[in-house]
């Protein structure tokens, strides 16, 4: 089991940045990959960013490629999303996942770290 706690989270004007970080806690040598997902009011839940635990590959929503880069630091069980030039749009719960044992899915998330971008 993997418990996650995201934080960075808060209020920014729209073209301004934000960092997320999500730390890792348990089980954590079975980590494969680790992501992050937002979730809008009245909206489903959706895929922002990827990476790989060992070999570091990363992959990102259409939406939100060339603003945000995500990135992992293996000894200190973290993955990071870096979010720039944010807009309206991207405001959203911001929720960290992992996935264990190459299953192929993320069946661990945060809390979630509350993000609002004003106009």
């Known amino acids: 089991q993997v418990q996650l706690v995201e934080s960075g989270g808060g209020l920014v004007q729209a073209g301004g940045s934000l960092r997320l970080s999500c730390a890792a806690s348990g089980r954590t040598s079975s980590i494969t990959s680790m992501g992050w997902f937002r979730q809008a009011p009245g909206k489903e839940r959706a895929f922002v960013a990827a990476?790989?635990?060992?070999?570091?590959?990363?992959r990102y929503a259409d939406s939100v490629k060339g603003r945000f880069t995500i990135s992992r630091d293996n000894g200190k069980n973290t993955v990071s999303l870096q979010m720039n030039n944010l807009k309206p749009e991207d405001t959203a719960v911001y929720f960290c996942?992992?996935?264990?044992?190459?299953?192929?899915?993320?069946?661990?998330w945060g809390q979630g770290t509350q993000v609002t971008v004003s106009s």
């Open positions: 996942a992992v996935v264990l044992n190459r299953a192929g899915k993320y069946d661990y």
């Open positions: 990476i790989g635990w060992n070999g570091g590959s990363t």
